[in-house]
């Protein structure tokens, strides 16, 4: 059974940074051919579930636009771990942040895996 473990969350300043980490325990089994989604997701208190920033299994990254040029996605194999490095964070970034993996892509409901989520806090 696959297991996503999330950290790195916290409280910051504006214009501070946080790098957020996301542990793959557990085998996706995913086909040679397929095209796994890996990723972040962020949702602040009243407002739903947003992609933030997405890597599928031959590393094309997609940045949702809010955080582009503020936040680098990137993966270590080895490691089995999904990084998301924020710079230069704003109040608006204040959300619970999910790690979540598709091993099929295409982030479809009843296959994705979800981590249990890491507060980040930004302060003006």
């Known amino acids: 059974q696959v297991q996503l473990v999330e950290s790195g969350g916290g409280s910051v300043q504006a214009g501070g940074s946080l790098r957020l980490s996301c542990v793959v325990h557990?085998?996706?089994?995913?086909?040679?051919?397929?095209?796994?989604?890996m990723g972040w997701f962020r949702q602040a208190p009243g407002k739903a579930r947003t992609a933030v920033a997405q890597i599928t299994a031959n590393g094309t990254t997609t940045y949702a636009d809010f955080v582009k040029g503020r936040f680098t996605l990137s993966r270590d194999n080895a490691k089995n771990t999904l990084l998301l490095q924020m710079n230069n964070l704003q109040p608006e970034d204040t959300a619970n942040y999910y790690c979540?993996?598709?091993?099929?892509?295409?982030?479809?409901?009843?296959?994705?895996?979800w981590g249990q989520g890491t507060q980040v806090t930004v302060s003006s």
């Open positions: 557990g085998a996706l089994h995913v086909d040679t051919n397929s095209d796994y989604y």
């Open positions: 979540a993996v598709d091993p099929l892509g295409g982030w479809v409901p009843w296959r994705t895996i």
